[in-house]
Antibody, heavy 119, light 111 residues
Framework: EVQLVESGGGLAQPGGSLRLSCVASGFPLRSYWMSWVRQAPGKGLEWVANMRQDGGEQNYVDSVKGRFTISRDNTKNFLYVQMNSLRAEDTAVYYC????????????WGRGTLVTVSS | QSALTQSASVSGSPGQSITISCTGTNSDLATYNLVSWYQHHPGKAPKLLIYEANKRPSGLSNRFSGSKSGNTASLTISGLQAGDEADYYCCSYAGYSTSVIFGGGTKLTVL
């Protein structure tokens, strides 16, 4: 089955760190751009970060630049995001999504993992 | 960059048609034909409905259709069904550094 499954969410303190993982199955991760998208409680979707197939290009929303790092392991079919210096406003459900580079749409999503930043 | 603008809510009765609009700027919708639409039932994975403004993924019902004119994109759902009750988001490419931006979402209620 073609799917994405996120893990690694939980409770973190302000200033703390978390690493989220996303495992892809049913397709080769190495063939696709991948992204993280989040949804804060009661809010809409917000794109967070992209990474090209070979990891050579990355983009981030301004609010996470310098704090979040997207990475991937194409041999294991995993996508990651390392989140440092977490803030209360980073509290959200984080979705892993497959991005069609060049035409810029997300054609496959995971169900998300909840990150709560609170003391 | 600010989110695309969508109305907060829309409603319709079973069998009716509704249209959700999404307004952007010269930096996104007006410049690129790369707008997509997603259906999101809370607690589930979002689902692609429309890409490149008016294309449907293979296997998706033709009750869903999209269009774009200038800086406004629209999603039309015809023959409303109870299962269509969900949140709907538009999304547009916005250039190299910004990548993509979403609309604020529209909650569809089927009466």
């Amino acid at each position: 089955e073609v799917q994405l499954v996120e893990s690694g969410g939980g409770l973190a303190q302000p200033g703390g760190s978390l690493r989220l993982s996303c495992v892809a199955s049913g397709f080769p991760l190495r063939s696709y751009w991948m992204s993280w998208v989040r949804q804060a409680p009661g809010k809409g979707l917000e794109w967070v970060a992209n990474m090209r197939q070979d990891g050579g290009e990355q983009n981030y929303v301004d609010s996470v630049k310098g704090r979040f790092t997207i990475s991937r392991d194409n041999t294991k079919n995993f996508l990651y995001v390392q989140m440092n210096s977490l803030r209360a406003e980073d509290t959200a459900v984080y979705y892993c999504a497959r991005l069609r580079g060049g035409v810029w749409y997300f054609d496959l999503w995971g169900r998300g993992t909840l990150v709560t930043v609170s003391s | 960059q600010s989110a695309l603008t969508q109305s907060a809510s829309v409603s319709g009765s079973p069998g009716q048609s509704i249209t959700i609009s999404c307004t952007g700027t010269n930096s996104d919708l007006a410049t690129y034909n790369l707008v997509s639409w997603y259906q999101h039932h809370p607690g589930k994975a979002p689902k692609l409905l429309i890409y490149e403004a008016n294309k449907r993924p293979s296997g998706l019902s033709n009750r869903f259709s999209g269009s774009k004119s200038g800086n406004t994109a629209s999603l039309t759902i015809s023959g409303l069904q109870a299962g269509d009750e969900a949140d709907y988001y538009c999304c547009s490419y916005a250039g190299y550094s910004t990548s993509v931006i979403f609309g604020g979402g529209t909650k569809l209620t089927v009466l």
